[in-house]
């Protein structure tokens, strides 16, 4: 997921809330915290709608790194911003 998402990037091919999803799954799957914090908020940047999937992908993904602070401040930007 992570190779194609890069290959999308260096191809100026646009990406949408599920490509982000699943490069964001591959890196809390294997346990690259900080890495799927930076496609979160990459999302923002490049005007991508983030969802419940993103959120909590995410807040999974802090949670594995030990990055409990992290993780509940996805959690309340997630309530703020109503996302369901």
Same mark, same amino acid.
């Given at each position: 997921a #992570? &190779? $194609?998402f890069r290959e999308m990037v260096d191809n100026s091919v646009e990406r949408c809330t599920i490509t982000y999803n699943a490069a964001v799954r591959a890196c809390e799957q294997g346990e690259h915290w900080? !890495? *799927? #914090? #930076? $496609?979160f908020c990459t %999302? +923002? +940047?490049s005007r991508v709608e983030r969802d419940t999937i993103t959120y909590n992908t995410a807040v999974s993904a802090c949670r594995k790194g030990g990055k409990l602070? /992290? *993780? $509940? &401040? #996805? %959690? !309340? /930007? %997630? *309530?703020?911003?109503?996302v369901e």
């Open positions: #992570l &190779q $194609l900080a !890495r *799927a #914090l #930076l $496609l %999302m +923002g +940047g602070v /992290e *993780a $509940l &401040q #996805l %959690m !309340r /930007e %997630m *309530a703020k911003t109503h």
